[in-house]
């Protein structure tokens, strides 16, 4: 077998320079929802100094001093730039297999010309919807990450990184970081490096029974794809232990129960479609809300509670009601308090494809699971949420603030870019 792993660089900047040309060589930063925290950064941005994950505000002076171009959370145009991208991979390659919003991996077996072709394609998706992308191509999907990291450092590669051969791979091995690699999370990365194992090659130097007693057969499959051995489906890629969905409200909060189930609904909704789009479903949830932490003029409450379903799940409906009823649950009175963030937490994540039944569930699964695709199918087709539970409703009393956020330039014709005549 022979994988490449298309990821898109710098992703949700890349599509907002799609459609501001002039920010091109310039700072660019994308903001988390209801303009949180920097989630996205142009490589100049990276050299400015700025980190992930920073909180705006305390960066917002820096960044209007550097003349960085900050931007909302454009989730509508990201999934739709997306789809242009993966339309581009589809004609290139007979199979390809989506992994995240901005990567994907195609079945190189049997084509000739890889490298060429590679690059051929990085460039057509360059042409054809203005995203840059890095191609990494290696025997197995763990090594095609890696190769596809160094695709996107080092331009001497234009676009494309081969690991296709054993002196390539022992290279490549010795220059990558064993925190960098799929599998190996960061607790395991320190005790790895408490054992003096430093790169991905010295953990392939340990020996298989060694391996397997300390990371069990997860450990030993990602060991055995760094060694050229392909053993690990898209499936059983590392996806995330637990999805967050929550949102700050506006100005003092909400004091009604039913302005806050329907932030909590769409929460829940947000969480079912990650799910869906990774693969896997949840057997157990947690809903939280609470008062500002800095009014000390306001009463204060905090409300967490958990729901575990009898079999995991990721249907839309199923969710919903779990997180709302608990909310309910739990309410105290329309007016009691004024809330000032909610959020839903999906946690006991599992592949979807191996959700353990019960005898006593009452679901029909399969017809659930077909629904669910056909409201998956409308939504991508017609736009995100455009079939939606009830509860979830049109408020805009909870909804982001979203100051820099960018127009809908490819999902909304009133927002389209206009050109004047002359």
Known sequence: ?????????????????????????????????????????????????????TPFYQVKDLLEHQGVAVFSSNYNLYGDMSRRVMGLLARFAPRIEVYSIDEAFVDLTGIPEVA?????????????TGIPVSMGVAPTRTLAKMASKFAKKYPGYRGVCMIDTDERREAALRLYDIGDVWGIGRRHAAKLRGMGINTAYDFTQRPADWVRSRFAVTGLRTWKELRGEDCISVDELPHKQSICTSRSFANCGLDRLADVEEAVANHAAQCCRKLREQGTACASLTVFTHTSMFNEHLPSDYIQADWHFD????????????????????????????????GVIVWNITPAFGVQGSLFDT???????????????????????????????????????????????????????MLNAR
Not at 3 to 27: K, T
Not at 116 to 128: F, M, N, P, T
Not at 392 to 407: I, N
Request: proline residues 1%; positive net charge.
């Open 311 to 342: 079999v995991a799940t990721s249907s839309l409906s199923e969710i919903v009601e779990a997180a709302v009823g608990v909310l309910r649950r739990h309410w105290k009175a329309d007016g009691a308090f004024r809330y000032k963030r909610a």
């Open 363 to 417: 679901v029909d699964r399969g017809k659930q699971e077909r629904l669910m695709q056909s409201i998956d199918k409308i939504n991508h087709t017609y736009g995100h949420a455009q079939v939606r539970v009830a509860v979830q409703g049109y408020s805009k009393r909870w909804h982001l603030k979203t100051e820099h956020l960018s127009r809908q330039y490819t999902t909304d014709i009133s927002q389209s870019i």
């Open 116 to 128: 060429e072709r590679g690059r051929a394609l990085v460039a057509g998706i360059r042409k054809g």
């Open 1 to 53: 077998m022979l994988y490449g792993l298309v990821d898109c660089n710098n992703f949700y900047c890349s599509c907002e320079r799609v459609f501001h040309p002039d920010l091109y060589g310039r700072p660019v930063v994308v903001l988390s929802n209801n303009d949180g925290c920097v989630i996205a950064r142009s490589e100049e941005s990276k050299a400015l100094g700025v980190k992930m994950g």
